[in-house]
């Protein structure tokens, strides 16, 4: 029984092995085909490395190509010294532009890139380098990659020599990202400047470039800034609320319109100014500004407000009297002219409305 027993244990070894050894020759090749189809030539390891790689240079070619339709003048030609200041605006530039000569190259994000006299711009073919992608290790501040998402498409018609119509879709952004300090990425609009902070201290930018960075790192935003600062709040279109704080002869804005839905939605927050909005730019056509003398009539307060210059705009500073002599009409008009540029469009989104028996403040 014993000898039975023996032989019996060594088939049953037997077969196991073969088990054993055909099962590891189909973990193989099943292995093979696994690490051929993530490392070949069309794998998909390449092939999201390749869609990576197309997504940082289209970024860049559209900055470079925003900066170029930005410099054309009202004759319809390239204007050099505004297409230099574009240039050297721009976010990811490596090297400052002195001289414009065509065709120019410049490098921006690590692409090179080519632009004629005619505004036609074109790539090298080059990288030297790109965008780092956003991780919660990477310091807040830093310009990272776009999200996906935050490209518009926009679609350009040609008008070809035989009178024909070709149409050609390219994707714009008027918005570059910088990290928040723990993973996040914040929209910037062009033309705007990351200061310092985090997203939950808040994110201060600036529309001047000498406070660029100067707070980097760190998340108390001093208020020795040059530009109009504005925070930026993180919210979902779900959380974004308006609320009447119930205040007698008062109304409220308390409804959330399309355009401000959708780009919650597409950039997962918005932008506040940092400040009341201040007079140190509003001038009267006398030469004086509001707030110099503190008026006390009604009468005169709407004497200040039917004579302001063209050219006159609030400001989000620190240390600035408040714009409050205004009505509704007023304030929808200057808000605008504060910003209305191709990366930036403001209004008077909602507030508080004064109701006062003469009909000027409602």
């Not at 500073?317 to 002219?337: C, D, F, G, L």
Request: aromatic residues 8%.
């Amino acid at each position: 029984m014993r000898v039975l027993k023996i032989n019996q244990s060594k088939e049953i070894r037997g077969i196991t092995l073969i088990a054993l050894v055909i099962t590891i020759i189909i973990l193989l090749i099943l292995a093979g085909i696994t690490i051929l189809t993530l490392t070949g030539e069309n794998g998909l390891l390449n092939k999201a490395k390749t869609a990576g790689e197309r997504n940082k240079y289209a970024t860049a070619e559209e900055k470079v190509k925003l900066a170029v339709m930005s410099s054309i003048g009202t004759n319809g030609s390239i204007n050099d010294e505004l297409l230099k200041e574009n240039i050297n605006s721009i976010e990811g530039l490596q090297g400052k532009v002195n001289e414009i000569n065509y065709d120019l190259t410049i490098k921006v994000d690590g692409y090179e890139f080519k632009i004629s006299s005619l505004g036609k711009v074109t790539s090298t073919g080059q990288t030297v380098g790109g965008l780092p992608e956003n991780t919660p290790t990477t310091n807040a501040g830093t310009e990272v990659t776009l999200k996906d998402g935050w490209e518009t498409e926009t679609m350009k018609y040609i008008k070809t020599a035989n009178g024909e119509e070709e149409k050609e879709v390219t994707k714009v952004s008027t918005v570059y990202a910088v990290s928040g300090g723990n993973g996040e990425s914040v929209p910037v609009p062009y033309g705007f400047y990351y200061v310092g902070g985090t997203v939950d201290s808040g994110v201060v930018i600036s529309d001047n470039v000498a406070d660029k960075n100067k707070y980097v790192g760190k998340e108390d935003v001093g208020k020795d800034l040059e530009g109009n600062q504005f925070v930026w709040i993180p919210s979902s279109v779900e959380n974004y609320k308006k609320r009447s704080w119930g205040y007698a002869n008062c109304s409220y804005d308390s409804r959330t319109n399309t355009g401000e839905e959708i780009q919650i939605r597409k950039y997962g927050g918005f932008y506040v100014g940092r400040y009341e909005a201040g007079t140190s730019e509003v001038t009267l056509n006398d030469g004086k500004k509001i707030g110099d003398e503190r008026l006390s009539s009604w009468d005169n307060r709407s004497y200040e407000i039917s004579n302001v210059t063209q050219d006159s705009k609030p400001t989000t500073k620190a240390n600035e009297i408040p714009y409050y002599h205004t009505n509704v009409e007023i304030a929808e008009t200057m808000s605008k002219r504060m910003y209305d540029t191709n990366c930036v469009s403001s209004g008077l989104i909602t507030g508080t409305r004064v109701g006062r028996n003469d009909g000027l403040y409602k």
